[in-house]
């Protein structure tokens, strides 16, 4: 009998993982991993509300419970990583730096080590017989987006027991076997940050100053801002210049950290809020190898759609991403590349290139270390 050991996070979607792996006849092990100190001053986090919800359902399913300790792995890895975009200016996604570095290496060296022949989580995502990794089935909570920078190996030793299923189906299940999570709302945002005002946390870590908000075709002062880390490109909420011009709203369109300046141009329609290609580094392509660039299509953020691209590799460490005008481009983020199906890898974005030149002052960032 094959020994999996399920990351149980205390949510339906991992229960009903567990429970259809041991109605399959695996060897089911629960294991809760702990990456954040909820008791810090800093981080409201459910963390044990959860634990308390996975050992419930491990004790209804008739497994064995345990938990995990990674929290110094994690504010090594993620949380660090997390400070140090910020630092630059950029918007990081922690969540996918998470899968990469603890769910899908630390807690996957773990449970081999505990004799673990696979590793299982309550992903919305896929792996083929090529150990590829595809879209989950569910298009409204495919997570492959979150998954793109694991590997072959890892994929090779890891199960989605729900890749194939609607989230109607996995709330039906957890139902009809009386599930304690079955009604449990299902969890958003970073654990260490939770419902809390983001703006606040960072300042936290960060030093952040006030400073001019600049309109980009001026020039001229049209606010202040709070600290440049507080906003992103593409930001249109919590400006306080709404008032200000033709009364259409602005919208980020860059940043200046040397300047202390946040750029931002009015209307949804103006030219400096597109992109119409990027640069980026950093790469990972989960099967090793840099792909050809043939139908290929990104998404540069979870909830955004995809979009067709042309790859150009400017040398070992840059690439190139060409596309028809889009909006929102953000250093920091993760450009996702996908082959239909198949998630490829990504790429961290340095640096938007804008639609129209004259506004490629606009993005200034320290170069990527």
């Not at 919305?124 to 979150?146: C, H, I, M, P």
């Not at 890892?154 to 304690?180: C, D, H, W, Y």
């Not at 210049?241 to 750029?263: A, Q, R, T």
């Not at 141009?265 to 980026?280: C, D, E, M, T």
């Amino acid at each position: 009998m094959k020994r999996v050991i399920m990351g149980m996070s205390g949510g339906v979607d991992s229960s009903v993982s567990a429970l259809l792996l041991k109605e399959q006849g695996y060897d089911i092990i629960g294991l809760f991993m702990k990456n954040w100190d909820e008791k810090d001053e800093s981080g409201v986090c459910t963390a044990t509300d959860d634990a308390d919800d996975a050992r419930r359902v491990c004790h209804q399913l008739n497994i064995p419970y345990y938990t995990i300790n990674f929290e110094k792995e994690y504010w090594d890895t993620v949380f660090s990583y997390f400070l140090s975009e910020y630092k630059k200016g950029r918007t990081p996604n922690p969540d996918i730096m998470c899968n990469q570095e603890i769910k899908f290496n630390a807690f996957l060296k773990y449970a081999l080590k505990i004799k673990g022949d696979y590793i299982a989580m309550g992903h919305y995502a896929r792996v083929d017989e090529n150990n590829q990794l595809l879209r989950g089935v569910d298009k409204s909570k495919d997570q492959s987006y979150f998954l793109s920078r694991i590997n072959k190996e890892a994929l090779s030793k890891t199960i989605f027991p729900i890749g194939e299923m609607e989230k109607t189906q996995i709330r039906e299940i957890a139902e009809k076997n009386n599930l304690v999570t079955a009604t449990k709302k299902d969890s958003t945002g970073i654990c260490f940050i939770g419902e809390r005002n983001f703006n606040e946390f960072l300042d936290k870590y960060l030093f952040t100053k006030p400073g001019d908000i600049i309109d980009v075709d001026s020039k001229i002062k049209v606010g202040r801002h709070t600290g440049v880390l507080h906003y992103t490109n593409g930001q249109r909420k919590g400006l306080g210049i709404g008032g200000v011009g033709s009364g259409e709203p602005w919208f980020v369109v860059g940043k200046n950290l040397s300047k202390n300046e946040i750029y931002v141009a009015q209307s949804k329609a103006h030219p400096a809020n597109y992109s119409i290609g990027l640069i980026g580094s950093n790469e990972h392509w989960i099967g090793g190898n840099r792909p050809n660039n043939k139908n290929l299509t990104a998404k540069f953020r979870y909830r955004q759609p995809d979009v067709p691209i042309d790859i150009e590799y400017l040398d070992d460490e840059n690439v190139k991403l060409d596309f028809d005008r889009f909006k929102g481009i953000t250093p920091g983020q993760s450009a996702v590349i996908y082959d239909g199906d198949i998630c490829l890898g990504s790429i961290i974005i340095d640096k938007p290139i804008p639609l129209d030149s004259k506004y490629e002052f606009a993005n200034q960032y320290p170069e990527r270390k």
